[in-house]
């Protein structure tokens, strides 16, 4: 069973055309939600850690949000500059701490 | 400017031949990583070392061999390469064991 599940496998907006995507989780102890931003050819950029349900944070035009399941990056009015690959990861303590990556969702945003 | 910074970005090799890839971090962190991200985009971890000790080890080749000669420097040598070997190799790095990783820009190898 995967750790870590992203949906949808691809999104594509209109600009300014609000959306969120979803990343669920199933593995217990969690110590810590994090999501990062992906361009092409480069590394992943980190964006923010979660650490307990409740918890949000926000940057810019994207804001993360956790529950005891399942993480939410909303994106508000979306921009083409917006498209990028969004990796979701947890880190728990019954994968010793490890970082277990999600499969990604691919955003497109058309102007 | 502070980040972390693997050597080569590309790599075309022949079947059979040893290759090393270089990483290093001046981030004053002491947790670095090596993942590989395969044609589907999936990352996944292969070790981690925590001040120059080796604290996860995955399920990879023997082939594969990681050296931390201090905690600013994580290098990975794969000796016999084959074809399944192509894939992007990232290197990483977190302030702790279990802080948020940074990635450098990866090294694309190719295998032919």
């Given at each position: ?9 691809a999104?594509?907006l209109?600009e ?9 989780y199933t ?8 999501w990062?931003?992906q ?8 964006l923010?850690?979660l650490?307990?349900?409740g918890?949000?944070k ?7 949000t956790?529950t ?5 990056l ?19 303590m019954e994968?010793?701490n490890?970082l277990?990556?999600?499969a990604?969702?691919?955003l497109r945003?058309?102007? | 400017?502070?980040?972390v910074s ?6 075309v090799?022949q ?7 270089k990483?290093?971090?001046?981030l004053g ?8 991200q ?17 604290i996860?080890?995955e ?5 594969f ?7 600013a ?5 794969i000796?016999?390469?084959e074809?399944?070997d192509?894939?992007v190799?990232f290197?990483?790095?977190?302030p702790?064991?279990r ?10 190898l190719t295998?032919?």
């Amino acid at each position: 069973e995967d750790q870590v599940t992203q949906s949808p496998e691809a999104l594509r907006l209109q600009e300014g055309e609000s959306s969120s995507l979803n990343c669920s989780y199933t593995v217990s102890g969690l110590r810590g939600l994090f999501w990062y931003r992906q361009d092409p050819g480069k590394g992943p950029e980190f964006l923010f850690t979660l650490y307990s349900a409740g918890e949000e944070k926000e940057k810019e035009r994207l804001k993360a949000t956790l529950t005891k399941k399942e993480s939410f990056l909303h994106i508000t009015a979306p921009k083409p500059e917006d498209s990028a690959t969004y990796l979701c990861a947890v880190r728990s303590m019954e994968y010793g701490n490890k970082l277990v990556f999600g499969a990604g969702t691919i955003l497109r945003v058309k102007s | 400017d502070t980040a972390v910074s693997q050597t080569p970005k590309y790599l075309v090799t022949q079947m059979g031949n040893d290759k090393s890839i270089k990483c290093e971090q001046n981030l004053g962190h002491d947790t670095m990583y090596w993942y590989k991200q395969d044609s589907k985009k999936f990352l996944k971890i292969m070790f981690s070392y925590n001040n120059k000790e080796l604290i996860i080890n995955e399920t990879v080749p023997n082939r594969f061999s990681p050296k931390s000669p201090d905690k600013a420097h994580l290098n990975l040598h794969i000796n016999s390469l084959e074809l399944g070997d192509s894939a992007v190799y990232f290197c990483a790095s977190s302030p702790t064991s279990r802080g948020e990783a940074f990635f450098g820009q990866g090294t694309r190898l190719t295998v032919v």
